[in-house]
């Protein structure tokens, strides 16, 4: 196929096999409705962007009822209500500053602006999560953000001094509408800054939750460069965040505008270090994928053999993978409970695991919990103690599948 930002060809080094849009938690007589797609990832031999060879249509991800809620961790909730107030003291400073967010979810990031008293705009087109940050005093405007909505913000709210985006930037397969919209709605000197899942994270923790129909790129800063160049921007500064293991957020600006941070030359001097992108180390990658997928396959058959009681424990987007790539479905885990009450009395899509609250975890106690939410492993293994003083143990597959 070709590269969706600069045409040149892209070559497929992972298959995960077909699967459902990997947040759409259907109620368990819905579920036979589901619509599969094949699940491939591929680089170019161009940018070097790893993109997606097929694409789920927009409506299908971010329906009304699209299930996830930013706010669903301390740890989502503390990062975000920080990366306000960074945004607050750093850019946010002029007059009557103006800030949109792309994709603002529950308002997790724009609760903090809204509370200041600060001039803002969430662009989300999932109806119900989009209440939710109107609920909480933020000003959103349902709908997709591209081109066009840009140019509609900028015609009723004039131009914005920051453009921020947290894994968002990656789901849109039409990033040169996107940066266009950028373009459109930046004053001068404003900023594009974006925190999405990063493939160097991906590949050394052998992550392949993160792949699901709803990225569409796994970013690199070389890719981020690359792409910035093409459509009139400049990568001035880059950064690791602790969210979903370990991501990056870039700084975009007009060429010229902003001095350059030293880290952007430090991240792609490691990036050539590590020949992070090169067919050698991603096909390396789909090898360890799969290694996964059989010690997974393995470890739940052999606790099912003894009698053990295993179930999952937190159903993100990246359960559906990890589920539907390995064949894992209710025989061999019974149920995943999960704290979102959107995704509770629902089943994981294509595997049909059902969803239960968190109370079934402990009514009683299984023997063995398998981890989806190893992002928030700390919070989690705080929170159930008790499962673990009981003589319960973890199962966890990233970087490797290991019995804790
Ligand atoms: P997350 O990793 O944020 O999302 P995704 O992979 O979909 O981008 O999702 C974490 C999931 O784990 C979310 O569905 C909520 C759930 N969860 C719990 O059930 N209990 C918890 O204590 C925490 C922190 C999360
Ligand atoms: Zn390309």
């Known amino acids: 196929m070709d590269c969706r930002i600069c045409g040149g060809t892209v070559t497929e080094f992972l298959d995960l096999g077909r699967q459902p849009s990997a947040n759409r938690f259907v109620p368990p007589g819905r579920a036979a409705e589901e619509p599969l797609f094949p699940l491939a990832v591929g680089a170019c031999g161009g940018c070097t962007m790893v993109q ?14 699209y ?30 500053p103006f800030v949109v967010e792309v994709g603002c979810n529950d308002g997790v990031m724009l609760g903090t ?61 039409y990033l040169g509408s996107v940066l266009a919209g950028v373009d459109t709605l930046l004053t001068a000197d404003g900023v594009f800054v974006f925190e999405e899942p990063y493939l160097g994270t991906i590949v050394e923790r052998t992550a392949f939750d993160q792949i699901y129909d709803e990225h569409v790129f796994y970013f690199t800063v070389r890719s981020v460069r690359e792409l910035a160049r093409r459509f009139g921007f400049e990568l001035v500064d880059v950064a690791p965040t602790p969210l979903h293991g370990g991501e990056l957020r870039y700084t975009l600006a007009r060429p010229g505008r902003r001095r350059p941070s030293p ?22 990658f789909a090898e360890a994928v799969r290694r996964v997928r059989t010690d997974l396959v393995a470890t739940l058959e052999r606790l ?19 589920t539907n790539y390995c064949g894992i479905g209710p025989a061999l885990l019974p149920f995943i409970c999960d704290s ?14 059902p969803i239960a609250p968190p109370e079934a975890f402990r009514a009683p106690y299984p023997d063995f919990a398998l981890l989806f939410a190893w992002n928030h492993a700390e919070e989690i293994m705080a929170k159930e103690r008790d499962f673990a003083e009981r003589g319960g143990r973890w199962i966890v597959y990233v970087p490797r599948v290991q019995v804790l």
């Open 113 to 173: 602006i809204a509370d200041a008293g600060v001039r803002h705009l969430g662009v989300d087109p999932a109806a119900e999560v989009a209440a939710l940050a109107a609920a909480r005093g933020v000003r959103v405007l349902t709908d997709w953000f591209e081109a066009r909505t840009a140019a509609a913000v900028r015609a009723v709210h004039g131009p914005a001094d920051v453009v921020f985006g947290a894994n968002t930037i990656c789901h849109l397969p």
């Open 304 to 322: 099912a053999a003894e009698g053990r009681r295993v179930v999952g424990y937190g159903a993100p987007g990246k359960s559906t993978t990890v």
């Open 263 to 284: 880290a952007v030359e430090q991240w792609l001097d490691r990036e050539r270090a590590t020949g992070l992108a090169h067919p050698r180390t991603v096909e390396r």
């Open 67 to 96: 299930p996830y809620r930013a706010s669903g961790s301390a740890l989502h909730r503390e990062h975000f209500a920080r990366a306000a107030r960074d945004l607050l003291r750093t850019e946010l400073t002029g007059p009557d």
């Open 340 to 353: 979102t009450p959107a995704k509770q009395g629902r089943v994981v899509p294509g595997a049909r695991i």
């Open 52 to 65: 997606l060879t097929t694409e789920v249509p927009r409506e299908l991800k971010y329906h009304d009822e």
